[in-house]
Nanobody, 122 residues
Framework: VQLQASGGGLVQAGGSLRLSCAAS????????MGWFRQAPGKDRKFVAGITWDGGHTYYEDSVKGRFTISRDNAKKMVYLQMNSLKPEDTAVYYC????????????????WGQGTLVTVSS
């Protein structure tokens, strides 16, 4: 399984970015996906999750209403649309796959991408 995250960069506060994650997993269409982030000097934390079919999405409280997770099973892609970005959103963002599980929750992930850096300037 390989996960390749992209789309990070430098953006001003209030701006938007769209992160993408390309997966090579055969089980992608039957696996929940998630996005996590790790700020400098802090632990990696859950940001958003999506069930295997995209039917249910859920978010960490601080990003609700600003971030949207989505997926395209035909393309084996998952996305994170980030709007109204704040300096505290600055982090390395990772996509993750819960192999063969229809719902991943906030901790049930088996594979991780290499991360993409998002920097939000004030």
């Amino acid at each position: 399984v390989q996960l390749q995250a992209s789309g990070g960069g430098l953006v001003q506060a209030g701006g938007s970015l769209r992160l993408s994650c390309a997966a090579s997993a055969r089980t992608f269409s039957r696996s929940a996906m998630g996005w996590f982030r790790q700020a400098p000097g802090k632990d990696r934390k859950f940001v958003a999750g999506i069930t295997w079919d995209g039917g249910h999405t859920y978010y960490e409280d601080s990003v609700k209403g600003r971030f949207t997770i989505s997926r395209d099973n035909a393309k084996k892609m998952v996305y994170l649309q980030m709007n109204s970005l704040k300096p505290e959103d600055t982090a390395v963002y990772y996509c993750a796959l819960a192999a063969g599980r229809l719902y991943g929750g906030t901790q049930g992930y088996d594979y991780w991408g290499q991360g993409t850096l998002v920097t939000v300037s004030s």
